[in-house]
Structure formats: structure tokens, C-alpha cells
């Protein structure tokens, strides 16, 4: 049974409720982190619960609780939840992209401050609605012509043996994904550089990749009916997964 944690409580899913009048519910006055968990280790709990106090701050909300706070309640909810991996206290359901999937490029219809993980989802929700309806995945975004993220990760590209990514702005949610590829690929000795990807660089990319907790990295294969690469997982995105498994596989509560 999903348990969660609701104003000071730990509840069954079932008895959670919130007001109509709630301003979230109302105004999408809210925002919201999705942690992963494995083997009951919450993945990246630190730059969880940082950007979390982020968006709080931007958004003139007080954080409720400490990081230590925070974190006793996050582990009370993993070990009450029956799964080893988790994502939402709710068995963590994986769909195996691993031979890639379809994405689409879309007009980044969102809003100037992006870099908030706001509850405020609409835009994304229909950006992933467009993609559905051409038999895609995932929409990549493009603001003046330039890649932004994801409708709900962000973007990499791989060009001759170089992996790059757009900078952090308020363009884009800093993902936690993203930054760990970074770091792992840089500490691996692999090129990757943080810069701007213009809509030519992407359809003439070599790999396209896109990131994000519940998804990890996930190959595209084809975009706007275009076959990208060979039309088969990049060699450099089996490197990639092949660090991040690894890191997965080594993790310890810190990590
Ligand atoms: N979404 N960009 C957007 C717009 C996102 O919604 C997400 C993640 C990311 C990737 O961030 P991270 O690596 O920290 O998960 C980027 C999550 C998984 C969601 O809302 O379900």
C-alpha cells in the first residue's frame, strides 16, 4: 500500500486528501521533486532536496523542513514502501527504451522560468500530447531556434565524438540527471561541453540523447521522421549508460 507523507502525517494514498481551495490545486501554485530510489537508497537525495529548497525560494515559499528533516521523512516513506526501487513511494515502473525512441522538435510554448520545477504542468502536458499524436516519446524543445530541454527532460547531443548539452538558464530545469552525466563523462575523460545547440546542430547530430531521473538516458533514434545516426543506440550512449550503471551499482547513501 502507497503511503504518503501530507502535513505532518504519514498516510495511505487513499486518506490523503487536500482542499479544493488548496492554492496548488487552484492557482498550480506549487513545486514538486521526483526522486528515484534503488535498493531503498534515495538516488541523489542532496541535489534533490537542494533544488527543492531552489524552487521553494523562488516561488516565496518557506521550506517547511531542514535537509535533515527532510531526510527522515523521505527514508520513513522508502522503508514503508514494499519495492527495493521506488520512484513517488510507488514501485518504480521502468519502460525499456534501450533500443531508442521517436522524438519530435516543438516550439517551446512554456514560460520564461523554466528552471523552477514548478507543479504547473500544462504546456508540458501538451507538448507530450503533439508528440503522442506524430508516434513519438518525447518533444525537444527549440526557443529561437536554439534547443531548451525536453517537455520533461533535458537534451544531449553527441557531434564528432563530443557530447554537449545547453547551459543552465531559465530556460531549463537543471536536471539532476544531466549533471551527473556531466560529471561522470568529464571524469571518465570524455569531451562534454556545456553550450548552445541550434536546430541545425541537432538534426545533423551524430547521437541525441535525453535525460532524467526516471529515464536515466535514453537514446533517439529518429526525430521528425528522420533517422538519426544509424538509426540504432550510439556508440557513445552505450558508454555512457555503461558509467552510469556503474555508478548506480556503487552508490552509497551520499551518492
Ligand atoms: N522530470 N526537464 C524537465 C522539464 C523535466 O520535467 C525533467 C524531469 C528533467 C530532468 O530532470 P531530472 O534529471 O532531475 O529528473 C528536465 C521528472 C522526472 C518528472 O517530472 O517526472
Not at 101 to 130: G, M, Q
Not at 169 to 196: A, F, H, Q, S
Request: aromatic share 8%.
Amino acid at each position: 500500500m502507497a503511503i504518503v507523507y501530507l502535513n505532518g502525517e504519514f498516510l495511505p494514498l487513499e486518506d490523503a486528501r487536500i482542499s479544493v481551495l488548496d492554492r496548488g490545486f487552484i492557482f498550480g501554485d506549487g513545486v514538486y521533486e521526483v526522486l528515484p530510489v534503488y535498493r531503498r537508497q534515495i538516488f541523489r537525495l542532496n541535489e534533490h532536496l537542494n533544488r527543492l529548497d531552489n524552487s521553494l525560494t523562488s516561488i516565496h515559499m518557506l521550506n517547511p523542513l531542514t535537509l535533515e528533516q527532510w531526510r527522515v521523512v523521505l527514508m520513513t516513506l522508502v522503508e514503508r514502501c514494499p519495492e527495493d526501487n521506488q520512484s513517488m513511494c510507488k514501485p518504480l515502473i521502468k519502460c525499456d527504451y534501450s533500443n531508442g525512441i521517436r522524438a519530435v522538435t516543438c516550439e517551446d510554448i512554456r514560460w520564461k522560468w523554466c528552471h523552477i520545477k514548478a507543479i504547473t504542468l500544462l504546456p508540458s502536458v501538451l507538448l507530450r500530447y503533439e508528440a503522442a499524436e506524430k508516434d513519438a516519446t518525447e518533444a525537444i524543445l527549440l526557443k529561437d531556434d536554439f534547443v531548451t530541454e525536453g517537455a520533461a527532460s533535458n537534451v544531449f547531443i553527441v557531434q564528432q565524438g563530443v557530447v554537449k548539452t545547453p547551459p543552465k538558464d531559465d530556460n531549463i530545469l537543471p536536471g539532476i540527471t544531466r549533471d551527473l552525466v556531466i560529471e561522470l563523462l568529464i571524469g571518465t575523460g570524455i569531451p562534454c561541453r556545456e553550450i548552445k545547440i541550434s536546430r541545425k546542430e541537432l538534426v545533423s547530430a551524430d547521437e541525441i540523447w535525453i535525460t532524467s531521473s526516471t529515464w536515466e538516458i535514453v537514446p533517439v533514434i529518429e526525430l521528425d521522421g528522420k533517422t538519426i545516426g544509424n538509426g540504432r543506440p550510439g556508440k557513445m550512449w552505450g558508454k555512457a549508460m555503461d558509467i552510469y550503471q556503474e555508478f548506480k551499482k556503487n552508490m552509497t547513501v551520499s551518492n
